[in-house]
């Protein structure tokens, strides 16, 4: 949001010191002129000429070129064609400062009749220049973005990332020696700094679980020779009486053994049903 706002509220401040985009003042002197050439009031032309000339002095950008001649359109393009055999004679207007040292820096305004072209070379370099600022302001703000971007999601998940996977490291060498000593194996140690965090973490999960089975196993051992404290901390492992389960179970297997009574049928006599 904040580098939203930033583009939207400087972005146009490069372009004040830009041309007008919408300059009528260029328009209306060339209406002005064509106007006073039409009613064949030459010297009124050239006059007004000398005048728009005063008013561009101010600026970055000036008049250098008039003549009268014809529209054209060339391929679509409306164009100007000068006619030095016009009706009036403006070859006692001369101008004072010079033409562009490029073409495309002119502007050429006119009418039906008459043309003025006009030197635009300052205006257009203030403006190209500015759209280079406009384009280096641009690349800062997104680099410096990025990096703050890339600063805070360090900051809130790769660093507390970096920290989990250091632990489940120190937690998997405790887990991998409490498991071979459990298993009873004498396999080798698996290389944990070198080995890749998910497989880690895998291999941790797989460990527990072989712990938690062996721990947690239905069939228990003989306790006839172990103490009551070594008793007590199995019963607690086991979450119940080991030695109350063991004797069920002896119970359970003796009345399995032991052989069943047969129900003897009743002797019946013949002399119960009326035969003698």
Not at 126 to 151: D, P, R
Not at 238 to 253: F, H, I, S, Y
Request: proline share 4%; net charge negative; aromatic share 8%.
């Amino acid at each position: 949001a904040c580098l939203t706002i930033i583009l939207v509220m400087v972005i146009p401040l490069f372009e004040i010191w830009t041309f007008p985009q919408s300059d009528y003042s260029l328009q209306t002197w060339v209406n002005r002129i064509s106007n006073s050439i039409q009613d064949g009031r030459a010297g009124d032309a050239v006059a007004e000429l000398r005048l728009m000339e005063v008013f561009y002095s101010r600026y970055s950008h000036w008049p250098y070129a008039a003549c009268v001649g014809r529209e054209t359109t060339i391929d679509g393009v409306r164009d100007f064609v000068c006619d030095p055999s016009g009706v009036v004679d403006l070859s006692s207007w001369q101008p004072d400062r010079s033409a562009p040292p490029r073409a495309s820096s002119s502007l050429r305004v006119h009418t039906e009749t008459f043309m003025v072209a006009f030197n635009m070379h300052t205006p257009y370099q203030l403006k190209s220049g500015l759209a280079i600022a406009t384009i280096l302001f641009i690349v800062f703000i997104m680099i410096f973005s990025s990096l703050a971007l890339s600063s805070v999601v360090t900051e809130l998940a790769v660093r507390p990332l970096e920290r989990m996977l250091t632990t489940v490291q120190k937690i998997a060498s405790t887990v991998f020696k409490f498991s071979a000593e459990v298993c009873e194996t004498d396999d080798e140690e698996a290389d944990i700094e070198s080995s890749n965090e998910m497989k880690l973490l895998e291999k941790v999960v797989q460990k527990l679980a072989i712990v938690a089975d062996l721990q947690t196993a239905k069939h228990i051992q003989a306790t006839e020779d172990m103490r009551d404290e070594d008793i007590g901390i199995l019963s607690m492992m086991q979450g119940k009486n080991v030695v109350d389960e063991q004797k069920a179970l002896a119970q359970a297997r003796k009345s399995c053994a032991a052989p069943r009574k047969r129900a003897l049928a009743p002797t019946m006599r013949l002399e119960d049903f009326g035969v003698s």
